[in-house]
């Protein structure tokens, strides 16, 4: 299986068109219900085991510019226990490529009603610079150079317990051998042999943030004090272009 899929600059998806028009409010005011509504109970359909295998997903977000593309696969991909009702849960397995030379693998399960998800994601060497367009965006950096690999558990539901978090997300993250530029000196910024995060422990609602540990092998930074009296890095991390967007919003 092949497919190629974008979003566009207003933020739509192009796989939306695909899908049939929402039933106007009129209708359902004329009739007391949606079109086609049946009096008796509808479908149900029931999946026990969906495989996928040497699948591949062109994707591309236009919303940024240049548009940022990423190429997912080949794939391996495989669903059990799905059904249409939504109740159960749904597990799931996926080994693919990401990018250029990276890998994804992960595991855990969905239920749809009410939304449940828990799942542990292995990501190895994804290329950093695929990400340049979203830092082209917020800074005047050019991230040319790098791999990043992630091991991560994460549990989300839409209706917690009392005093549980909606989100909790732990693990690690590591950066190697990545390398960024200042354009305005058009001089390296920050490069690094490795950059590891440990004992990451982020939750939502309530928000917490904890970190056990920060290592750097071979960490470099080029910090320089302009004429004008500005440090570089304030000037390449919040460029001009963004603080008068700012300050646009503000006012």
Known sequence: AAARVWRNADGSLSLQRLLPPAAGKDAVAATGSAPGAAATPGWTVALQRLAVQNASLDAEDRSVSPAARLHIGPAALVLQNYSSAGDMPISFQLDTGLGAHGALQGSGSVTLAPLQASATLDLKQFDLTALQPYAAQQTDMTVYRGDLGAQVQLAYTAAPANGQPRLL????????????????????????????????????????????????LGVFGRVIIGENGHLNLADVLRPQRTRGADAGVSA
């Open 169 to 216: 997300l732990t693990g690690s993250v590591n950066a190697t051998n990545f390398a960024t530029r200042d354009n305005l000196l058009n001089a390296d910024f920050v490069t690094g042999r490795r950059l590891e995060v440990t004992g990451i422990r982020y939750q939502q609602a309530p928000d917490a943030l904890r970190i056990a540990r920060v290592r750097t």
